[in-house]
């Protein structure tokens, strides 16, 4: 079989003839109206963003750290704080999700079994037997211990938030503990007028089975009392 060769200038190109689409066929489109300088568009004043059915825009994501250099944005306590100045997942008043139905933080309630209840009945971290971290070497919480320099120990060598010098948060207009402030109303006061603790017809913890103090107790051994059979801070043997 023999090849014809004809020049490139013979060869005519083909196009494909178009079909003309009836009027009735074409589908209806809505075109927007060209938008000026600042957006507006020419006939009704809107811009584009602002009709039926128009897509939000969403912010750009961030993934350094807020505007108070806190990385990651979500550990900032300013930025997701509560209106009361507290985190918004352990804040009673904003129903949190960590706080359970008694009222106290899910992990640390005893009654809920928290995760940071040990097997003894305490704080996992504050617990001796457990070894908890928050435990010093002096068998005393790491944080008000002075020989450690605790981060709770002012220079006064009292614990920050009770002592007045510092304006220490626990202090009340009284000059006394918030706490343990009758004319405060302080939650540790019963209705007996005396700390809750130490109450006896409360069955305070502070009461020992022979009705005293356990801290002043000779029976019981306690601190309060020196070798010598008194109470220390009166004892003038122990003094010298």
């Known amino acids: 079989m023999t090849t014809i060769w004809r020049p490139h200038w013979l060869i005519k190109h083909i196009e494909p003839v178009k079909e003309e689409v009836p009027d009735d066929d074409v589908p209806d489109v809505k075109v927007e109206p060209v938008a000026d300088d600042d957006g507006i568009n020419g006939e009704d004043g809107t811009t ?7 897509k939000r825009k969403r912010a750009p ?16 306590k300013v930025c997701r704080a509560c209106p009361h100045g507290r985190r918004r997942e352990r804040c009673k008043e ?20 928290g995760a940071s209840i040990c097997e003894h009945g305490r704080r996992r971290s ?7 971290s928050g435990i010093c070497e002096h068998g005393r919480l790491r944080s008000k211990c002075k020989e ?13 938030q ?11 207009e009284h000059g006394r503990q918030r706490s343990k402030c009758k004319e405060c109303g302080g939650s540790q006061i019963c209705e007996h007028g005396r700390q809750r603790s130490k109450c006896k ?10 009705g005293r103090d356990h801290y002043r107790c000779k029976d019981c051994g306690g601190k309060g009392i020196c070798e010598h059979g008194r109470l220390r801070y009166r004892c003038k043997e122990c003094k010298k």
């Open 48 to 54: 584009p963003s602002e009709g039926t059915g128009a």
């Open 94 to 113: 904003c129903g949190g999700a960590s706080i359970c139905e008694h009222g106290r933080r899910r992990s640390q309630c005893k009654e809920c079994g």
């Open 201 to 210: 017809e409360c069955g305070g913890a502070s009461i020992c089975e022979h």
């Open 148 to 160: 450690c320099g605790g981060s709770q120990i002012c220079e006064h060598g009292r614990h920050r």
């Open 162 to 172: 009770y002592c007045k010098e510092c304006g220490g948060s626990q202090i009340c």
């Open 126 to 132: 504050y617990c001796k037997e457990c070894g908890g």
């Open 61 to 76: 994501r961030t993934k350094g750290p807020c505007e108070h250099g806190v990385k990651p944005r979500s550990q900032c």
